[in-house]
C-alpha cells in the first residue's frame, strides 16, 4: 500500500513540475517592464511628489495616451493630496529631533507608509479597472537611482502573458 501512495505522490509532482515550466515559458517572452520615474522637484523618503506623464513608447498599441495620462494625473492628484503634509511634519521632525531623540520623526514614517498604501490601493484600482484586461500590471516599486546610491518609487508597468486558451487544461 505504501508503494501506491509514492506513486500517486511523484505524478502529482510531475505534474506541478510541467505547470511551473509552463509558467517560466510565457514570462521569459514577455517584454520588460515600462518604468516611470518621478518627475517632482520634492522628494520624501524615495517619494516623488509627481510622476513623468509622457506616454512611453513601449506602450503603444497597448494603451491609449489619454488613458494613460488620466491614469497618471489620478496619481499625481493623489500625491498632490498627501505630500504636502508629509513634508510639513518632516520639517517639523527636523526642529524637534534633538528634543525628542528621533521620536518627533515617526509621524512622518508613519504618513509615508500611509502615503504608499493610498498609491497601492490607487494602482490596484486602475489594474482591476482597465489594465488587467489589456495585460498590464502597474505597480509601485523601489529602486536605486541611476545618478546616485538612493532608492527611489517609480511605478513598474509589467506585461503580463496571455494565456494559450487553445492548450488543453
Known amino acids: 500500500m505504501e508503494d501506491f501512495d509514492e506513486i500517486y505522490e511523484e505524478e502529482e509532482e510531475e505534474e506541478e513540475d510541467e505547470e511551473r515550466a509552463a509558467e517560466e515559458q510565457l514570462l521569459k517572452y514577455a517584454p520588460d517592464p515600462v518604468v516611470v520615474r518621478g518627475s517632482g522637484h520634492v522628494t520624501v523618503f524615495g517619494l516623488s511628489n509627481k510622476f513623468e506623464s509622457e506616454f512611453p513608447s513601449a506602450l503603444t498599441g497597448k494603451v491609449a495616451p489619454e488613458e494613460f495620462k488620466a491614469s497618471i494625473n489620478r496619481v499625481n492628484g493623489c500625491l498632490k493630496k498627501t505630500l504636502p503634509v508629509n513634508v510639513r511634519w518632516l520639517l517639523c521632525g527636523c526642529l524637534c529631533c534633538c528634543c525628542t531623540l528621533g521620536f518627533s520623526l515617526w509621524p512622518v514614517i508613519c504618513l509615508s507608509k500611509r502615503t504608499q498604501r493610498s498609491m ?36 513598474l508597468i509589467e506585461f503580463l502573458p496571455k494565456i494559450p486558451i487553445f492548450r488543453p487544461d
Open 120 to 155: 497601492e490601493k490607487l494602482l490596484d484600482w486602475e489594474n482591476s479597472r482597465l489594465y488587467h484586461k489589456l495585460c498590464l500590471h502597474w505597480r509601485l516599486s523601489k529602486r536605486k537611482c541611476e545618478t546616485n546610491n538612493m532608492m527611489e518609487y517609480v511605478i
